[in-house]
C-alpha cells in the first residue's frame, strides 16, 4: 500500500556517498512510528537540472510574496508554506526521486548564494560598533556556518551534514557546475555560461539583488547601499524560512512497480520533457527491465550508455556544450528516416514523436533484440550527425569506403552549414546507415540536396518545411534500399518537381540574406577551385560597397547619378556586390573606396571567387551598378552549371 508521510522539521543527513556517478544520500526520517534509515538515488530516467529563469523567478518570488504577508505583516503569526510534493519509490533498499529534483536542486543553489549574501554582510559590517549591527553580524556568523555544513565542497561533491537535503543530478557535469557555484566569488565573471546549473545560480543571484529593494532592481555592487538592518532583515527572513518552521512539504512513497508510468504522468508540471530526454528515459527504463528479467549484463549501464554513445555526440566540439535544439531536430531526424512502423506514412512532429515513440518502446522493446537494434541505430545516426554539424574531414579517415573523396564531402557539407536548412537530414542519416554507401553515393545525395534547396528554397522563395514531407518519405526508401545508385537516380527523377523553371532570371535578379549569400558563393569557389579548398571558421562575408558608403563612395558615379541611399539599398546585397574574404581581413577592409579595396585587400587574397579571371573583381577598375550587374550574371551562369536540374 502506498503511504504519505508528513514532512519533519528537520532530516538527519550523514555523508554522502558517490557510486556509479550517482549521488546517493543517506538520511533519516522521522515518522510517528519508528526512525529508520535509506539511501536516497536518483534513478537512471531522470534527467539533468533542467530550470530556466522562468521557473526560478516563480519559485523564489512566490517565497518571497508569502514571506512578506505571513512573516512581516502579522508578525511571526503566519502559515506555512507548501513547497509540494516529494514523491518517493520505495524500493524496501533505498528510496528514489521520483518528483521534487528539480525543485530541490534550485533549493541547493539558494542556499548557496545565502551564504555567499551573509559573507558579504558580515565583511561589510563586521567593524560597526552599533549593538544591533553588531548582533546582526553575530547570528550572520552563525547562520553562515550552518549554510556552509550543508554546502560544503568535498572532492567536487557537495557534503551533507544537515538540515534540508541537497540533490543534484548524478551527471558529472551537474555535480561539477554545484562545486564551481559554490567556489564562485560574487563580481567575478562567470564561466560554463550555457550550463544550467550555472545560469540558475546566475537567475538566483541576480534575483535576490533585485529582492533587496522592493521599490527597484538594485545590482550586486550596490547591496551595501541600503540599510545593514535592512539587508540583515531580509537575509534572516529568507534563512528562517527553510531552516525554521516558515515551509513544509509532503513526502509520498510509492510501491515499486509503477514508478515509470508515475513519472510520466507527473511531468507535465514544471518544465516539462523534450522529445529529447523523453527518448532518453524510455531507453533507460527499458533497457533496466530487460536487465532485470535477463540477468546477463547485456543491458547493463544503459543509461551510461546513452549518455557516452550519443549524448555526447549532441555537443559541439569546440565549444564542448550540449545542444539540446539539435538534439530535438535529431530525433526527429532519425524517427523520419524510417519511423520504425509500416503504418506511419507521414513526417512526425515533435509532440507526434513522443506520442508514437512511447506506444513503439512499450510494445517492441519488450523483445532484446528490437531493443538492440534501436539502440544501435540511434548510435549510429547521433555519430552521423557529427559529420553534418560539427566535425572536420578527418572524421571520415577511417572509413574505408569514404576516405578517398573525404575532403570533398566535408566541403559539401560545410556549405550547407552556412544554412539554416535542416529538413535533408533524414535522407542523409538514411544513406549512411545503408551498408552499401559509397563516397559517390554521398557526393551525388548531396548534390540533389543543394539543387532542391537552391531551386525550391531561394529562387522560388519556399518554405524549407514544404519539401520536409518529401525528404522524409524518400529517406524511408533509401533507408531499405538494395540498390542505392537505382534508387538515387529515382531520388533525382522525383526532386524535379522542385525545379525552378526560370533559373537565368531569377539568378540574375536575386537578392537574399547573408546565410544563403555566404553559401552560394561557398559553393562557386568549391566548384571553380578544383583543389578542394578547405573553408575555415574565419571566412567572412564581403560587400565591395560597403554597409557604410557615406564617407569614400558618395561621390561614385552610377548608372541613375552619385550614390545616394536608394540606389545603395539597391545594390547592396546584390550577389553581384559579394564576395568572401579569410583570415579576418574584413575589419581591414572596412568602408574604404573600391581601388584601395582591390590592392590592398582583394589583391592578396587567395580565393578564385574574387581573382578568378572571369567571375573576379580584380579585373574592374571601378564599381558601380554597372559592374555589379555584370558580375551577378555571371555568376549566375557558374551557378546554372552547379544547381540546375
Not at 78 to 87: M, S, W
Not at 318 to 340: D, I
Not at 561 to 569: M, P
Not at 572 to 580: F, H, I, R, S, Y
Request: hydrophobic share 35%; proline share 2%; glycine share 2%.
Amino acid at each position: 500500500m502506498n503511504r504519505i508521510i508528513s514532512t519533519i522539521k528537520h532530516s538527519v543527513l550523514k555523508d554522502t556517498e558517490i557510486t556509479d556517478t550517482k549521488l546517493l544520500l543517506t538520511f533519516r526520517w522521522r515518522s510517528v512510528e519508528t526512525d529508520y534509515p535509506r539511501q536516497f538515488i536518483l534513478p537512471s530516467y531522470q534527467r539533468a537540472y533542467d530550470w530556466d529563469k522562468e521557473q526560478i523567478d516563480v519559485l523564489v518570488e512566490d517565497i518571497y510574496s508569502f514571506k512578506q504577508k505571513y512573516y512581516e505583516n502579522q508578525k511571526g503569526k503566519f502559515l506555512k508554506y507548501y513547497l509540494g510534493n516529494i514523491i518517493l519509490i520505495d524500493t524496501k533498499e533505498n528510496y528514489q526521486l521520483l518528483d521534487g529534483q528539480q525543485r530541490i536542486t534550485t533549493y541547493s543553489l539558494i542556499f548557496i548564494v545565502l551564504q555567499k549574501y551573509f559573507q558579504i554582510y558580515i565583511n561589510e559590517h563586521s567593524d560597526n560598533k552599533d549593538p544591533q549591527i553588531q548582533s546582526n553580524v553575530k547570528s550572520s556568523l552563525e547562520y553562515f556556518q550552518n549554510l556552509s555544513d550543508i554546502n560544503n565542497d568535498d572532492s567536487r561533491a557537495l557534503n551533507i551534514k544537515k538540515l534540508s537535503p541537497l540533490i543534484y543530478s548524478y551527471l558529472t557535469s551537474d555535480k561539477e557546475m554545484l562545486s564551481y557555484a559554490y567556489h564562485h566569488k560574487i563580481g567575478d565573471p562567470l564561466s560554463n555560461k550555457r550550463h544550467k546549473i550555472v545560469k540558475g545560480y546566475k537567475n538566483i543571484l541576480d534575483k535576490f539583488a533585485y529582492l533587496y529593494n522592493s521599490q527597484k532592481g538594485m545590482s550586486i555592487k550596490e547591496l551595501n547601499e541600503i540599510s545593514p538592518i535592512t539587508q540583515f532583515r531580509f537575509l534572516e527572513s529568507f534563512y528562517n524560512f527553510f531552516f525554521d518552521e516558515f515551509s513544509e512539504h509532503l513526502i509520498i512513497l510509492l510501491n515499486k512497480g509503477n514508478e515509470f508510468d508515475v513519472f510520466e504522468r507527473i511531468n507535465d508540471r514544471g518544465k516539462p520533457l523534450n522529445s529529447f530526454w523523453l527518448t532518453r528515459n524510455l531507453i533507460s527504463h527499458h533497457g533496466e527491465k530487460l536487465e532485470e528479467n535477463l540477468k546477463n549484463g547485456r543491458f547493463k549501464d544503459i543509461t551510461r550508455r546513452f549518455d557516452e554513445n550519443i549524448q555526447s555526440n549532441l555537443k559541439n566540439k569546440q565549444r564542448g556544450h550540449f545542444n539540446p535544439e539539435l538534439a530535438k531536430r535529431f530525433l526527429l531526424a532519425h524517427w523520419n528516416m524510417n519511423q520504425w512502423s509500416d503504418d506511419q506514412k507521414t513526417k512526425s512532429s515533435e509532440t507526434q514523436y513522443m506520442y508514437q515513440f512511447r506506444d513503439f518502446a512499450k510494445i517492441k522493446f519488450q523483445r532484446p533484440q528490437t531493443f538492440e537494434n534501436f539502440l544501435e541505430s540511434l548510435e549510429k545516426s547521433s555519430l552521423y550527425l557529427t559529420e553534418i554539424k560539427f566535425e572536420g574531414p578527418e572524421i571520415f579517415k577511417d572509413q574505408k569506403n569514404l576516405s578517398s573523396k573525404k575532403d570533398e564531402i566535408y566541403n559539401e557539407l560545410d556549405c550547407l552549414r552556412a544554412t539554416s536548412f535542416s529538413q535533408w537530414y533524414p535522407l542523409y542519416l538514411a544513406v549512411r546507415q545503408n551498408e552499401s554507401v559509397n563516397a559517390e553515393i554521398i557526393l551525388e545525395l548531396l548534390s540533389i540536396i543543394n539543387k532542391i534547396y537552391v531551386n525550391h528554397n531561394i529562387l522560388n522563395e519556399y518554405s524549407p518545411a514544404a519539401v520536409e514531407q518529401f525528404f522524409c518519405e524518400q529517406a524511408k526508401k533509401l533507408y531499405k534500399s538494395n540498390n542505392l545508385k537505382y534508387d538515387l537516380d529515382s531520388l533525382y527523377k522525383a526532386a524535379e518537381q522542385f525545379k525552378c523553371d526560370n533559373f537565368n532570371e531569377k539568378f540574375e535578379d536575386l537578392v537574399c540574406g547573408n546565410a544563403n549569400s555566404k553559401y552560394i558563393l561557398m559553393k562557386i569557389e568549391r566548384h571553380l577551385n578544383k583543389s578542394g579548398f578547405n573553408f575555415s571558421s574565419s571566412i567572412e562575408l564581403e560587400h565591395i560597397m560597403p554597409k557604410k558608403w557615406d564617407e569614400h563612395w558618395k561621390k561614385v558615379q552610377f548608372k541613375n547619378g552619385v550614390l545616394n541611399q536608394d540606389i545603395w539599398e539597391e545594390n547592396l546585397n546584390k550577389l553581384g556586390n559579394l564576395t568572401l574574404l579569410i583570415n579576418k581581413q574584413n575589419n581591414k577592409a572596412n568602408n574604404k573606396d573600391f581601388i584601395f579595396k582591390k590592392d590592398n585587400i582583394y589583391n592578396d587574397e587567395t580565393l578564385k571567387i574574387t581573382k578568378d579571371d572571369k567571375i573576379g573583381i580584380m579585373k574592374y577598375d571601378k564599381w558601380t551598378d554597372e559592374e555589379i550587374n555584370k558580375r551577378q550574371k555571371l555568376l549566375s551562369e557558374t551557378a546554372k552549371s552547379i544547381w540546375e536540374f
